[in-house]
């Protein structure tokens, strides 16, 4: 059974950075498209950002030229480096992959942006 596990998230202060780690069981060959989901309280699930088999990625508009999504295949990790936090960045944010045509979820890791 395919996991992926997130670590990374925190309090951090308005304009901080965050680097969150998803680490999967298995080749990150083998999972596609993967990426980063986000739930805010009250709100629904957004997509935050996706990255596809070329390599190629795409991004929320309200997170462009902040995060940057990729992956290391060596380690079978993907990366969410998040920059120029802001407070409406806080929420639940999760790991997301496809092998075998299955979804794969992470169990969620909380980013709080306040001072």
């Known amino acids: 059974q395919v996991q992926l596990v997130e670590s990374g998230g925190g309090l951090v202060q308005p304009g901080g950075s965050l680097r969150l780690s998803c680490a999967a069981s298995?080749?990150?060959?083998?999972?596609?498209?993967m990426g980063w989901f986000r739930q805010a309280p009250g709100k629904q699930r957004e997509l935050v950002a996706i990255?596809?088999?070329?390599?190629?990625?795409n991004y929320a508009d309200s997170v462009k030229g902040r995060f940057t999504i990729s992956r290391d295949m060596a380690k079978n990790t993907m990366t969410l480096q998040m920059d120029s936090l802001r407070p409406e960045d806080t929420a639940v944010y999760s790991c997301?992959?496809?092998?075998?045509?299955?979804?794969?979820w992470g169990q969620g890791t909380q980013v709080t942006v306040s001072s």
């Open positions: 997301y992959g496809v092998s075998g045509g299955v979804p794969i």
């Open positions: 990255i596809i088999s070329s390599g190629a990625t």
């Open positions: 298995v080749s990150i060959f083998s999972i596609n498209p």
